[in-house]
């Protein structure tokens, strides 16, 4: 086997790891996340969520099954940088079209490999998210790190625009169309209108710039806050679409990034979670239902209710409490249960609600799949009580 090229991973505090090129030969900065999915690096790797990050995969074994031409979330790799520790010699699945190394290596991703995986993820874990840069073109630690702390951080980062849709799209109703929903794209994944589609919603995916007025001329029944990167701190012209679309009281769902928008909109603020939460394993539970899921997730900011401190998001909230908003009482719906921070939200005067994680599951379980049929639901209820039909 030709021995591969050396190459070096260097965090913003100086840690440094060794290991070999992996993907395309160059040189890389982002933020270092970890994510612990076992399955679905496909999926993760076309998330746009993932833009300007460096994503380090926990699970040990990478590109066993190879790449496929279905599995994509968008049209290309957004991630910055990618960190494995045992890359697959090779793809084996009847469904692969390709190897996951040769398509890293095509689309520009700047990866390295035997990587103490387990080790870098402890400390990203202890010391939280931070900047990192990958190289194979320079092993000088030092040099690397200067170009590190010079990387622009995710505090303070609008990226929604870098990875919005450029013109809008539909995406029909499978079988027979019941609603129309207008989707604002801040980092859409295929999967949603997927979703919605088996709902027979028929998706108009518009682009992240768009107004309220250009969303609402699509006949929409409703509107989705999609998910994406960046700090939703600097997203202020989807918060004021958001606060005009709960004013007219047109049924509003978000989902991770839309729901940031959306409690915003409410009058929350947000924070940085110290490492963020992604994976496909995070525990969720339902306040409406009682239910515990298994979730899928994938975001590094949070929605901070009043009374609860950064760090413990939902920890200050009862159950049942009512907090009163400039659009009436909202709820927190939805908490994980591993730290309490806040994944969900649900206005009970206004037809809104969000959660902060996946139920698209691209890749991940399926447990929160019923929430399009919630958001079908308060769609059919806000239709019926203006006397509007679903044709």
Known sequence: MTKRRPAILVLE????????????????????????????????????????QVVVQTAPHIGNTGVNGEDDESGRIWVAGYVVRDPARIGSNWRATGGLEDRLATEGVVGISGVDTRALTR?????????????????????LLTRVRQAPQMVGADLSAEVTTAQPYVVEALGEHRFTVAALDLGI???????????????HVLPAS?????????????????PGPGDPATADAPVALAREALRREVP????????????????????????????????????????????????????????????AGAGAVVPDQVIDTDFGGVQVSHVCLNDNVVEGLRAVDVPAFTVQYHPEAAAGPHDADYLFDRFADLIEGRNHSRGRSNA
Do not use: W
Request: with cysteine; net charge positive.
């Open 189 to 203: 994944k295929r999967n949603v209108p997927r979703r919605l589609a088996t709902r027979g919603v028929t998706t």
């Open 123 to 143: 400390h990203l874990r202890e010391r939280g998210a931070m900047r990192v840069g990958i190289s194979s073109v320079d092993n000088d630690p030092q040099s």
């Open 210 to 226: 768009s107004s309220i007025d250009d969303l609402l001329a699509t006949g929409a029944d409703a509107i989705f806050l999609s």
């Open 252 to 311: 509003l769902f978000g989902i991770c990034f839309g729901s940031q928008i959306l409690g915003r909109a409410l009058g929350f603020g947000t924070y940085k979670l110290g490492y963020g939460h992604r994976g496909i394993n995070q525990p969720v539970l339902d306040r409406v239902t009682g239910k515990v899921e298994v979730t899928s997730h994938n975001h590094g900011f949070a929605v901070k209710v009043p009374g609860a401190g950064a760090g």
């Open 13 to 52: 505090d100086g840690r440094t790891f060794p290991g070999e090129a992996y993907g395309s030969v160059g040189e890389t900065f982002g933020e270092a996340v970890f994510n612990t999915g076992m399955t679905g690096y496909q999926e993760t790797l076309t998330d746009p969520s993932y833009h300007r």
